[in-house]
């Protein structure tokens, strides 16, 4: 089946650092692929999608110079969190899709959990 | 309102049980449905997918559309310890060029021995 590679699984870093998260495709051209927060005991809510070779589109309240994504090929996105603060330790997921259509599905990385001390 | 509910739980159940986990969504345009389970520490694990009303088995996993009540259902048979998780329902409208997805809060589900 379609597998998503996220790396690192885990951060912890200090206040002011960037840090960059990546997301592959392992044996699928990823098309679109997205970036997700999910705070404890709560949903995923989506930050930015993003489309091979394009910039990415983000959700309203996301800062886009914050979350820098870059997806430079049908296998690789990165998330990059500018100057990291306390408030951005999170859980970020990725998420790639093979079509650019509704009916494929996503398929998710196992997250990468960024603490910020 | 928010577009999609999903009661938060915990729903805790005997081993064996058969479970249900319900959502709600207030957009009709929605027309993809989704179940994926999460476990701790984990990204979500698509489970089921179907499209528009009806009914979708797998294994011990079915899966149920109303699009008439907008409420989506998923089963689980003869429930195991492994089975321990938080399940998300998903759905996405039939339009739009990319395959943005609304999420459920997810229901916690424990099955003990």
């Known amino acids: 089946g379609a597998v998503v590679s996220q790396h690192p699984s885990r951060v912890i870093c200090k206040s002011g650092t960037s840090v960059k998260i990546e997301c592959r495709s392992l044996?699928?051209?990823?098309?679109?692929m997205f970036w997700y927060r999910q705070f404890p005991k709560q949903s995923l809510m989506l930050m930015a999608t993003s489309n091979e070779g394009s910039k990415a589109t983000y959700e309203q309240g996301v800062e886009k110079d914050k979350f820098l994504i870059n997806h430079a090929s049908l296998t690789l996105s990165t998330l990059t969190v500018t100057s990291a603060h306390p408030e951005d330790s999170s859980f970020y997921i990725c998420s790639a899709t093979q079509g650019a259509y509704s009916n494929q599905p996503q398929h998710f990385g196992d997250g990468t959990r960024l603490s910020i001390l | 309102q928010k577009e999609v509910e999903q009661d938060p739980g915990p729903l805790s159940v005997p081993e064996g049980a058969i479970v249900s986990l319900n959502c709600t969504y207030s957009?009709?345009?929605?027309?993809?449905f989704m179940w994926y389970r999460q476990y701790s520490r984990k990204g979500p694990e698509l489970l089921m997918y179907?499209?528009?009303?009806g009914n979708k088995e797998d294994g011990r996993f079915t899966a149920q559309v109303d699009k008439s009540s907008k409420y989506i259902s998923l089963f689980i048979r003869d429930s195991q310890p492994s089975d321990s998780a938080t399940y998300l329902c998903a759905m996405s409208p039939l339009s739009g060029g990319y395959n943005k997805l609304i999420f459920g809060a997810g229901t916690r589900l424990a099955v003990h021995p």
């Open positions: 044996d699928f051209q990823a098309t679109t």
């Open positions: 179907t499209y528009s009303s």
């Open positions: 957009n009709s345009a929605f027309q993809y």
